[in-house]
């Protein structure tokens, strides 16, 4: 399914499913000479299609954003790409996916995908959970279930462009899933099982577990603010 420069269309009760064209994803939302605005992509079912599952495009990388989409309550499975890709995405509402045996992450957030809600989604072995990379600020991720039982990579993983980002009340585990990396000096701020307030703002590169957190500087982590 390819949306084109379309606004408030509706994508809902879908299964698709054995994607054969190899740059197609199961459901697309792109823009064209302006921003589409306003869609809705919810209850699906997308397996084993040949790239991402979802995937929200801007081709000229940021100029015309893909803006106010919602994602709700879809369930994707064996991609080839990602479960749900935002390129040049913002203020998109992605609530209450299941994502499963992805080939490459489970979300993956990039170029300029500002103001997002990321949040109550369930994440299986995909190759990384979550993944805010390039310019992606203002996200917030939130109570979102992250599980790899086999993998390498991290529950979230957020790089040094991606700034002023919040996650909150995330469940992870498994030995590819077991930490957060963060790689935002500046601004990233979170609560997690312990209800501690975060912030990264002084340190190197981070990587936390639910038990323990391991840093490069010795500034002070937690405040009660």
Do not use: C
């Not at 954003?65 to 935002?86: C, D, Q, Y």
């Not at 390129?87 to 103001?115: C, F, L, P, R």
């Amino acid at each position: 399914v390819n949306l084109f420069g379309v606004d408030r269309t509706v994508v809902s009760g879908n299964t698709i499913t054995d994607d054969q064209v190899q740059m197609d994803s199961g459901i697309q939302v792109r823009s064209s000479s302006r921003s589409p605005y306003g869609n809705s992509i919810t209850g699906n079912v997308i397996s084993n299609v040949k790239n991402n599952g979802i995937f929200l495009y801007d081709a000229s990388s940021g100029t015309y954003p893909i803006l106010t989409t919602s994602i709700t309550g879809n369930t994707i499975t064996g991609t080839a790409g990602r479960g749900i890709h935002l390129s040049a995405a913002q203020k998109t509402t992605v609530t209450g996916n299941v994502i499963d045996d992805a080939a490459q992450e489970g979300i993956y957030v990039v170029v300029t995908s500002h103001d997002n809600i990321i949040s109550s989604n369930t994440v299986w072995d995909a190759n990384g959970g979550i993944v805010l990379d390039g310019s992606s600020n203002r996200n917030v991720i939130s109570s979102n279930r992250i599980t790899d039982t086999a993998g390498t990579s991290y529950a979230i993983s957020i790089s040094s462009g991606a700034t002023d980002n919040t996650l909150a009340n995330n469940f992870y585990s498994g030995t590819g899933a077991s930490a957060i990396a963060d790689y935002a000096t500046s601004s990233t701020k979170y609560t997690q099982w312990d209800r501690l307030t975060l912030d990264t703002r002084q340190l190197g590169i981070v990587a936390y577990s639910p038990l323990s957190i391991f840093a490069s500087s010795s500034a002070a982590l937690a405040s009660t603010t």
